[in-house]
């Protein structure tokens, strides 16, 4: 130590665990600390560090240059033994120039995990033994086989109906009261309405309903409200911006009073569609010339339809003359 002291070169060595099981591995740490100038030859360490001792990995020499000007020179040794036994690390020799410096001798102490009992006679190998069948396993593979099967048909099915049925879809004829105007279909069907008179013979509720059913599809198709899947306080509510705030430049008279007429007409069909009212004919008739205004004067005005007032025969002052030929058919009845 003296001598290493004096030539300025420090070597040592350490093991991480000196006691270890048959077969275990621990690291030896070789350290070599020395001037710039002096030149150090690591050892050259093959597979085996002594008889009996294992070097199963290295590291390659690590260079560490230290504040005070020297240098640290680091190696790691992974060890392991298969041999039971006590042993003593011999010193490892570190060359600098015709000098030459050892480490301190280590121990290392490899125990055998388990007692062997020598009195017993050596006996051979057992035979291969077959593995039991997992049946749990076979069964769950074949589960999942037929779960994936049912998965891959019911998916074929669905396709198949998807396609069947978006064929028949694009297939599906277009109404043709859709291709028409609005307003056009409304008056047609007014006028059918208006022959039949079918309240005169009692059926007051289904005349009522076959009005509003009118008025409903027109407003549907005509403002975009879905009246016909709304009751008709949902109705009204939608259509008053419309029709009371004047936000329709094309509604031609009173938007005001046009909504109060539609708003008692939609109110007696529900009291007699729910509450069994019985309505005069003044009544009827009103509720007909109100569907006949209400559409006349909400419908467009530049799509060619004014030609159409005369198939109505009663344009201009529809709801008076409708009266006026119903009283001459009550005279004559």
Not at 174 to 193: G, S
Request: charged letters at 30%; proline letters at 3%.
């Amino acid at each position: 130590m003296l001598l290493n002291i004096l030539l300025a070169i420090v070597v040592s060595a350490s093991i991480d665990s000196t006691t270890l099981m048959l077969g275990d591995q621990t690291d030896l740490h070789l350290r070599v600390t020395h001037e710039k100038s002096e030149q150090v030859e690591m050892p050259n360490f093959g597979d085996q560090l002594q008889d009996g001792i294992e070097i199963v990995d290295k590291t390659i020499v690590d260079t560490l240059a230290l504040k005070d000007g020297r240098v640290q020179l680091d190696q790691y040794l992974t060890l392991t033994s298969f041999k039971d036994s006590l042993f003593s690390v011999n010193p490892i020799a570190v060359v600098s120039g015709e000098d030459t410096f050892w480490t301190d001798p280590l121990a290392l102490n490899v125990v055998q995990p388990f007692e062997v009992d020598t009195t017993l006679a050596i006996t051979d190998i057992k035979d291969i033994e077959k593995a039991p069948i997992w049946w749990w396993g076979i069964i769950r593979w074949i589960l999942l086989g037929l779960l994936l099967a049912g998965l891959g048909v019911g998916a074929y099915y669905l396709v198949r109906w998807y396609l069947k049925n978006r064929k028949e879809t694009e297939e599906a004829p277009i109404d043709p009261e859709l291709l028409r105007p609005a307003d056009e279909v409304a008056l047609e069907k007014l006028d059918a309405i208006k022959a039949a008179k079918i309240w005169k013979d009692g059926k007051i509720k289904e005349y009522q309903t076959e009005l509003t059913d009118v008025v409903r599809e027109y407003i549907s198709r005509r403002f975009d409200v879905q009246s016909t899947e709304k009751t008709s306080d949902e109705t009204l509510k939608e259509l008053k911006p419309l029709l009371v705030n004047g936000n329709l430049s094309f509604v031609t008279g009173d938007g005001k009073d046009l909504y109060g007429k539609l708003s008692k007409m939609l109110q007696l069909a529900d009291l007699v569609k729910f509450a069994k009212w019985h309505t005069t004919p003044d009544e009827n008739e009103l509720a007909l010339n109100t569907a006949y205004d209400f559409v006349k004067e909400t419908r467009p005005v530049n799509d060619g339809n004014d030609g159409n007032d005369g198939n109505d025969g009663n344009d201009g002052n529809d709801g008076n003359d409708g009266n006026d030929g119903n009283d001459a058919n009550d005279e004559e009845e």
